[in-house]
T-cell receptor, first 115, second 113 residues
Framework: AQSVTQLDSQVPVFEEAPVELRCNYS??????LFWYVQYPNQGLQLLLK??????LVKGINGFEAEFNKSQTSFHLRKPSVHISDTAEYFC?????????????FGTGTRLLVSP | EPEVTQTPSHQVTQMGQEVILRCVPI?????FYWYRQILGQKVEFLVS????????KSEIFDDQFSVERPDGSNFTLKIRSTKLEDSAMYFC???????????FGEGSRLTVL
């Protein structure tokens, strides 16, 4: 069974500063990796995903993440955040043999961007 | 842009009552899912549904839960006799193919008193 750990429940940052949201996973099989964002009163929106190939993946809104197999990590980064990036961010994994069907989520990290 | 819509956005019910949460997936999608998030906890997979049958379900999805696609557009989650611990945000999602991106709805908040 897989599990996902997001150690930071909340990350405060000033506008235009860089940010990294950490995600570590555990799995005995190969996985797909995802980051979702949830803005207040909205559903989960896919930011980016790693399926195979290049370990650096770029997503929407200027976010990127790097898959590190040896460290079982998939940290999310943005070089310069905006106030509008304030949201809850969820890391998720799924086994490659089940595709996207069964996602296992982390507990989420709330990104708070202040002026 | 096509989206997954869920109703109601919030439902309050008494313990033991039946609840039906409704979802309209994106029209050309074939795979449907329910996830839930208890306040302060992780988003958890409940069930996936394809070709009018459940393709996978979690341990949470016991006999009190059922899903249905009654009319080719709606996808419903029924909880037969709600318990306090069923209070959560329930998310519906759909995808075009089994390995496709999941599109989530905004969620239905269920409060069981």
């Amino acid at each position: 069974a897989q599990s996902v750990t997001q150690l930071d429940s909340q990350v405060p940052v000033f506008e235009e500063a860089p940010v990294e949201l950490r995600c570590n996973y555990s799995s005995s099989v190969s996985v797909y990796l995802f980051w979702y964002v949830q803005y207040p009163n909205q559903g989960l929106q896919l930011l980016l995903k790693y399926l195979s190939g290049s370990t650096l993946v770029k997503g929407i809104n200027g976010f990127e993440a790097e898959f590190n197999k040896s460290q079982t990590s998939f940290h999310l980064r943005k070089p310069s955040v905006h106030i509008s990036d304030t949201a809850e961010y969820f890391c998720a994994v799924s086994e490659t043999n089940t595709g996207f069907q069964k996602l296992v989520f982390g507990t989420g990290t709330r990104l708070l961007v202040s002026p | 842009e096509p989206e997954v819509t869920q109703t109601p956005s919030h439902q309050v019910t008494q313990m033991g009552q039946e609840v039906i949460l409704r979802c309209v997936p994106i029209s050309n999608h074939l795979y449907f899912y329910w996830y839930r998030q208890i306040l302060g906890q992780k988003v958890e997979f409940l069930v996936s549904f394809y070709n009018n049958e459940i393709s996978e379900k979690s341990e949470i999805f016991d006999d009190q839960f059922s899903v249905e696609r009654p009319d080719g557009s709606n996808f419903t989650l029924k909880i037969r006799s709600t318990k306090l611990e069923d209070s959560a945000m329930y998310f519906c999602a759909s995808s075009e193919v089994s390995a496709g991106e999941l599109f989530f709805g905004e969620g239905s908040r269920l409060t069981v008193l």
